[in-house]
T-cell receptor, first 113, second 110 residues
Framework: EAGVTQSPTHLIKTRGQQATLRCSPI?????VYWYQQALGLGLQFLLW???????NRGNFPPRFSGRQFPNYSSELNVNALELEDSALYLC????????????FGSGTRLTVV | QQQVKQSPQSLIVQKGGIPIINCAYE??????FPWYQQFPGKGPALLIA?????SEKKEGRFTISFNKSAKQFSLHIMDSQPGDSATYFC?????????FGTGTRLTIIP
């Protein structure tokens, strides 16, 4: 069974640009979660999508947004990139908001220069 | 606001020793406490989890101890091996969102 896949693995952007990160959940999982892992800060909850709808968002500015497609894959968009957005962005999936079934992907390393 | 505090930040233990990682939480509504293991270049993987109605849970060489009154929980790794060298995160949850600690980088030396 394929795990959670994220693309690209690495992304380098210039300050002010937009970044798009993609996530494919485990087959059968309908919930997708996005977390930011910045150095020394652990994982910070960004967004939760389930059945195509945004269900919850963390304490991040509106320039962090995303969507979930009918096949349950998801996209995270970060607009007007700032240097402090440099981090590892992790996607996780689970069955209908089952926190006990969280499976993480390997992440996208975003570097803003 | 750091709702889950994790310590130590890093830990070096000799092979066969018992590393202990501690976490403390503030929100008494949390009712699910997982531990994740992360290797370089990989996402975190669920190791073991506990609910507050249980004081201890053991899975293989990994044990969680939970103290509800003190709002603390800890991970013990028995007979530690060099392959256990990784970053460990505790987390807590009251809904679908996980609140993570800042991580402990564990190194097991042969």
């Amino acid at each position: 069974e394929a795990g959670v896949t994220q693309s690209p693995t690495h992304l380098i952007k210039t300050r002010g640009q937009q970044a798009t990160l993609r996530c494919s959940p485990i087959s059968g999982h309908t919930s997708v979660y996005w977390y930011q892992q910045a150095l020394g800060l652990g994982l910070q909850f960004l967004l939760w999508y389930d059945e195509g709808e945004e269900r919850n968002r963390g304490n991040f500015p509106p320039r962090f947004s995303g969507r979930q497609f009918p096949n349950y894959s998801s996209e995270l968009n970060v607009n007007a990139l700032e240097l402090e957005d440099s981090a590892l962005y992790l996607c996780a999936s689970s069955l209908h908001a089952s926190r006990e079934g969280y499976t993480f992907g390997s992440g996208t390393r975003l570097t803003v220069v | 606001q750091q709702q889950v505090k994790q310590s130590p930040q890093s830990l070096i233990v000799q092979k066969g020793g018992i590393p202990i990682i501690n976490c403390a939480y503030e929100n008494t509504a949390f009712d699910y406490f997982p531990w994740y293991q992360q290797f370089p270049g990989k996402g975190p993987a669920l190791l073991i989890a506990i609910r507050p109605d249980v004081s201890e849970k053991k899975e293989g060489r990994f044990t969680i101890s939970f103290n509800k009154s003190a709002k603390q929980f800890s991970l013990h790794i028995m007979d530690s091996q060099p392959g256990d060298s990784a970053t460990y995160f505790c987390a807590a949850s009251k809904d679908e969102k996980l609140t993570f600690g800042t991580g402990t980088r564990l190194t097991i030396i042969p």
